[in-house]
């Protein structure tokens, strides 16, 4: 079966159905081999907090070195979102392995008169995933309830109810403490389940099972979390103590009810493993959660919440009171049966809404929204589309407002893909060639005859050259981009069927000139397209680093060349040979002599089994050599992935901070930001590289920039400057030596993040077959050099700088002596 047939067959199961219990799941389960048996399962459940408490236990098991499989919902776009190991979507391939397999089982089932829901069915793969990848922990947040929910038919040797309140009364009960009762039956065997609800429903729980009680002190729990304060706009400081333990953390999921969920997060945590307090902090402070006030940009601040009851509204409304702003600009839409009358009357004083309906047959009719609105705000606007009322909403704010997207999780996916979504420029005729095919004759006679074009230069280039794109779009947009650019001579491509649920993939033909004629006409076609217009705009142009950015060299034309400075004993090629520190400013005045146009100084191997530095040590070695060579007149960058020896290395005169494990230590980003310096941001699975690994790519190129998209968004959100970043698709780390020459030989297709693009090849196992020349690697390096530079990369990384200029101005052209 294949990928897009398999999506289909899973996304067509109902939602939701009469019966209840677990026998349905468990079925399935059994005929997989019941491999839910082959992991330790973790249930959250809950009213509000399970997936935030889900994703914090993930983030902290995973830092603690504990391979995790995460089980959520719903998914913001895609139900692959939803399955998760170690941070990585279930791969297409698997999905559709899964649903061969399990086929049998439910035509079983439906003659059974007992088909499954979506919810059930996901259940079953997301466990099957789990047990192959051989995770050492799942975690499941639980859909409605506990007693009867499909995650019920593991046997949990660990277990959350995060808050309770009154919800599917219709199912669970008509009381809080009945639900809490319902919630409570997710208690593992042996183990006291952890809980931050109070009051009568922690009564409840508590005559259900053992509970560790979480939560503010006020309520004399048995582990005390409070918010203590903001630490920036986008973390705030939680501290949380237990008998015999704390940790103090910053957190980037605000609220005074996730320093609970943090608290029930860390509690389980060590119910699971033996994990420190500095190991639990690091964990929170690296959790993310998309479309859960997440701040997307500044001036005027963003924000995206996916709050869809009052109870969430207010919560919200409380989190938005910490700033200060001027006017607030809502951008508002909601599904048709929640209660949106009171989510609006929840949130604070609007002065411009903008009533929106995402593409979704649920959601309420944006009109309706708008009588509702106008209650609460001075004005309201009706823009049907999500994505143009966002636009819309930013359009009309001051640098000092703050617009606010929320209402449902629906709508903010569809805001959200301003920041998320990549267009891809898959590949382009070399100008150089388009050229070419006007030599020998003037055909500037008769562009200016017809009129179109005013030089045979700008004929070539923008007419004759062809453009392929590859982008995401949604239904309605598609339609409208497909109709434009078919009217203008170019193509377009579109299909569901394989595509994320709620996503349309689009693939764009044409030239240059027809791409920005479309981008013109998109300016005004609504339907937040005009974002769309801007990206394709930023595709057909170089991408090129502001010069004050400490990236001058990659600012500059062609293909610069970052020589690498090991200060090391222990460095997979050239280790020993620069640990000393006169010798490392030798090698650093050869490497400038030779053509670097930047030195990058580590002070840690990441070659498979290298063993970790302390950061005393790292910085005892790099911060020396920064401060001796910082006069040579050229960049530095420090290649490390501690945000300690980043800081100490940007105080000593380094310019960039080169991190190859992809801001593993949370406070990276931060660091950079403070000292306004560049980032070199690596797609990396481990670091150091693990050559056990083996993941799997449905396509390496196109995971990476999904991957990587979310790095370079959460750079920005702690303050980096988009344009001082640069990205590295990581070869050798986590990919084959196949997947490693892909992302080169498609490094165009990296643009697609808008950030320039390095290769850090050198001399690396990629190339251990091409060593015919048993020359440690050199000859095959070179040759990826030349490819790296025809395909337009902006940095290569190397350890031989000579023989790598040579090979760029070879493939580059410049040839002829100066």
């Excluded at 809980?195 to 729990?221: M, Y």
Aim: contains cysteine.
């Amino acid at each position: 079966m294949k990928y897009r047939e398999a999506a289909d067959y899973l996304t067509s199961f109902q939602q939701r159905r009469p019966k209840l219990g677990i026998d349905t799941t468990a079925r399935m389960l059994a005929h997989f081999g019941d491999p839910h048996h082959d992991v330790d399962c973790v249930q959250i459940a809950g009213s509000n907090g399970k997936g935030s408490t889900a994703r914090m236990l993930e983030s902290v098991l995973r830092r603690a070195g504990v391979s995790v499989g995460l089980f959520t919902s719903p998914g913001l776009n895609d139900f692959r979102e939803q399955v998760r190991v170690d941070g990585r979507q279930i791969p297409k391939s698997k999905v559709a392995a899964y649903t061969d397999e399990i086929g049998p089982c439910i035509d079983r089932l439906r003659e059974d008169d007992d088909e499954p829901t979506h919810f059930e069915v996901l259940t079953a793969v997301a466990l099957r995933h789990f047990s192959e990848m051989d995770v050492d922990v799942a975690v499941l947040e639980v859909g409605i309830g506990g007693r009867y929910d499909a995650t019920s038919a593991v046997d949990p040797v660990a277990s959350a109810v995060t808050s309770v309140s009154l919800e599917h009364t219709e199912l669970l009960g008509e009381t809080v403490e009945e639900i809490a009762t319902d919630k409570a039956q997710v208690a593992p065997a042996d183990r006291p389940i952890v809980t931050g609800a109070d009051g009568d429903a922690l009564a409840a729980i508590r005559e259900v099972s053992d509970a560790v009680s979480v939560g503010p002190s006020e309520s004399d729990p048995d582990v005390v979390a409070t918010e203590t304060g903001m630490h920036s706009n986008v973390e705030s400081t939680v501290t949380i103590e237990g008998p015999g333990w704390s940790v103090e953390s910053k957190l980037p999921l605000l609220g005074a009810h996730q320093a609970t969920n943090a608290g029930v997060a860390a509690t389980l945590a060590r119910q699971l493993t033996d994990v420190d307090a500095e190991t639990i902090a690091e964990g929170l402070r690296s959790v993310t959660w998309p479309g859960r006030f997440e701040i997307m940009s500044t001036e005027p601040m963003t924000v995206l919440d996916g709050s869809h009851n009052p109870g969430a509204a207010a919560t919200l409304s409380g989190l938005l009171g910490r700033y200060d702003y001027d006017d607030l600009h809502l951008v508002f839409g909601a599904m048709a049966d929640k209660d949106y009358d009171a989510m609006a009357d929840s949130l604070p004083d609007v002065d411009a809404a903008y009533a929106a309906q995402p593409e979704i047959d649920r959601a309420e009719d944006a009109a309706a929204l708008a009588e509702t609105l106008d209650g609460y705000a001075d004005s309201v606007e009706v823009v049907p589309s999500v994505p143009e009322a966002t636009e819309e909403a930013i359009d009309a704010a001051d640098p000092g407002d703050l617009v606010l997207v929320t209402g449902s999780l629906y709508t903010v996916a569809e805001a959200r893909d301003r920041w998320a979504r990549t267009v891809v420029p898959v590949s382009q005729t070399p100008a150089t060639h388009a050229d070419a095919a006007f030599v020998d004759a003037d055909f500037q006679a008769d562009a200016e005859v017809a009129g179109t074009v005013r030089d045979a230069s700008a004929t070539s280039r923008e007419h004759a050259d062809r453009r392929l794109f590859r982008t995401l779009l949604r239904p309605t947009q598609a339609s409208v981009v497909a109709e434009r650019l078919a009217a203008i001579g170019g193509e377009c491509h579109r299909s569901r069927a394989g595509s994320p649920e709620k996503l349309v993939a689009t693939v764009l033909a044409g030239t240059t000139a027809q791409f920005r004629e479309l981008a013109s006409t998109l300016d005004e076609e609504g339907h937040g397209l005009r974002r769309v217009a801007a990206q394709l705009r930023d595709r057909l142009t170089p991408v090129d680093a502001p010069a004050e950015s400490g990236l001058e060299a990659v600012a500059a034309d062609g293909t610069a060349v970052m020589g690498i400075l090991n200060v090391t004993p222990d460095s997979f090629h050239d280790g020993g040979e620069y640990e000393a520190f006169e010798a490392a400013v030798e090698q650093a005045e050869r490497l400038v002599d030779a053509g670097a146009d930047i030195l990058d100084i580590g002070g840690e191997s990441t070659r498979p089994g290298a063993e970790p530095v302390p950061i005393d040590q790292e910085i005892d070695r790099v911060v020396p050599v920064v401060e001796a060579v910082t006069e040579l007149d050229v960049p530095i960058s420090v290649d490390t992935r501690k945000a300690a020896v980043a800081d100490a290395a940007l105080e000593a005169g380094a310019d960039i901070i080169n991190d190859v494990s992809g801001l593993g230590d949370p406070a990276m980003p931060y660091v950079v930001a403070e000292h306004d310096a560049s980032l070199v941001l690596m797609h990396s699975l481990a670091v150091p590289v693990d050559p056990e690994q083996d993941p799997i790519y449905d396509d390496v190129v196109n995971d990476v920039i999904g991957e990587l998209r979310e790095q370079v968004l959460r750079a920005e959100r702690a303050g980096i400057d988009g344009g001082q970043i640069v990205i590295d698709p990581g070869c050798g780390f986590g990919k084959s030596p196949t997947e490693s020459h892909a992302l080169i030989d498609r490094l165009t297709e990296l643009r697609g993040l808008g950030c320039p693009v390095l290769i850090g090849h050198s001399r690396k196992s990629m190339y251990k077959a091409a060593d015919h020349a048993d020359d440690d690697r050199l000859a095959p390096t070179i040759a990826g050099t030349a490819l790296a530079a025809d395909r337009g990369a902006d940095v290569v990384r190397v350890h031989d700088v000579a023989e790598n200029v040579a090979a760029i101005d070879a493939a580059t052209g410049k040839l002829d002596p100066e």
